[in-house]
């Protein structure tokens, strides 16, 4: 997945593991790493929960947050976000 | 200049929450929503795991109310505090195992402590006077103020001329006078007030908030503390009670069988946890054990498991057991008929 970030060089890129957890848990893990990120770091999101694919860009529209990709595979769901300001 | 004065919103994701929030932004006041994840919360969760609900999945009010209203929505994750507010809730439980009262002051307080840290004025909630017969009647509102430590920090839109005036009604930072005196449980008053501010899209739930409203949860639940011997549980607990047919057939051990394919995947997610089993001779669900079980248990639990599977009315079908470590065993077993099952056994 590191060939998702790789013409960002100067952006921290973190992976957040959040299989198995229901919403709205990998929303509140999303929001609490988030919250150790500067703007313009990147999060990859991995679920297993299909909830997610509504929920965590509804979160990032609320709170300034932009959703760069969103994808599934193997009942995995993935979605990377950019922090806002 | 005045100060602009800030207020935390208690978001449920229903209508008076976000009612209740509205109101206090007509009025010029910062607001923002705070919503508190106790793990038993209705959002999400079954509807996620189910596979029909998959195809058009459900989103989580709380996040939409805010996103509609234009507020940021903190969810904070109260899992592990709120254990003691359901294991031994000083005003009793609800009609099931819903502590309505406890959970309100345990809420209120919290956003109380949210307030302080985050620079906030006040806290707002959606209670109406007489909506809900436990947590909600005129009696009630002060216990909630008091002993969560809000005092006359909080403020109930909805009814608020109907009780005390609070501080930001004193000081002059909202406008008593256009608050609301709503009372009962009456959804018109709500209803007609969502049509003044353009709000048509809105979810009512029933019952109320969490699962602990459920009848058949709460059952599961008190099952559980049953069985354990000790009212205490772990999220995986809770989680696993919204899923799956339970059946225990001996007070020591029961079965947790998967009614569709949604729900045998998450079931999966628990094989490292739980001695599992499925039928391998014909399809049928996985079924996680819940217990310690012997030999004969086993046999049991294979038979009753068969009953689930297509191969129900064979005279013999191989049920694979794994035990957490993954080793696989087969056993072969005919599976029970139905009025061998008894009815006392499904929790
Ligand atoms: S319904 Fe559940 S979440 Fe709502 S007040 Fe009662 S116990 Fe708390």
Known sequence: MTGTFKNIPMALKETLNARRLLCPLPVIRTQDKVKLLKPGDQLEVICTDPGVMHDIPAWCRINGHKVLETHSCDHEYIIVLEVGE | ?347
């Open chain 2, 1 to 347: 200049m005045s100060k602009q004065r800030k207020a935390v919103a208690l978001i449920s994701g229903g209508l008076d929450s976000m009612l209740a929030a509205k109101i206090i932004m007509e009025q010029g006041i910062h607001v923002e929503g705070i919503n508190f994840f106790t793990g038993f919360c209705v959002e999400g969760h079954t509807h996620a795991i189910r596979e029909k609900s998959n195809a058009k999945p459900t989103r989580n009010n709380a996040l939409w109310v805010a996103e509609q209203l234009g507020i940021k929505l903190h969810i904070v994750d109260v899992i592990e505090e709120y254990k003691k507010v359901l294991i031994n809730p000083k005003h009793g439980y609800g009609q099931h195992m819903n502590p309505c009262l406890d959970c309100k002051i345990f809420m209120v307080n919290k956003a109380k402590q949210w307030i302080v840290e985050n620079d906030f004025d006040f806290i707002i909630t959606g209670e109406v006077i007489g909506q809900r017969p436990m947590s909600q009647t005129k009696s009630k509102m002060p216990i909630v103020s008091k002993q969560s430590g809000a005092d006359d920090l909080l403020l109930r839109p909805m009814c608020a001329k109907n009780l005390p005036a609070t501080l930001p009604e004193i000081e002059g930072w909202v406008d008593r006078e256009k608050l609301y005196d709503i009372t009962g449980r009456s959804r018109k008053p709500q209803i007609e007030m969502a049509k003044e501010f353009g709000i048509d899209d809105y979810s009512q739930p029933a019952g109320g908030c969490c699962f602990l409203t459920d009848k058949y949860y709460s059952a599961k639940l008190v099952d559980l503390w049953k069985a354990q011997g000790t009212k205490d549980y772990e999220l995986d607990d809770i989680m696993l009670l919204k899923v799956g047919r339970h059946i225990r057939p001996r007070p020591h051990f029961k079965l947790i069988i998967a009614r569709e394919e949604g729900e045998g995947r998450f079931l999966q997610g628990y094989k490292k946890e739980f001695t599992s089993m499925h039928c391998s001779s014909h399809p049928g669900p996985l079924a996680l054990i819940d217990g310690v079980v012997s030999a004969e248990d086993l046999y049991l639990a294979a038979q009753i498991v068969g009953r689930y599977g297509q191969g129900r009315e064979a005279e013999q079908v191989d049920i694979t057991v794994t035990d957490q470590e993954g080793s696989e065993r087969v056993l072969q077993v005919k599976p029970l008929r139905t009025d061998e099952i008894s009815n006392d056994w499904h929790v």
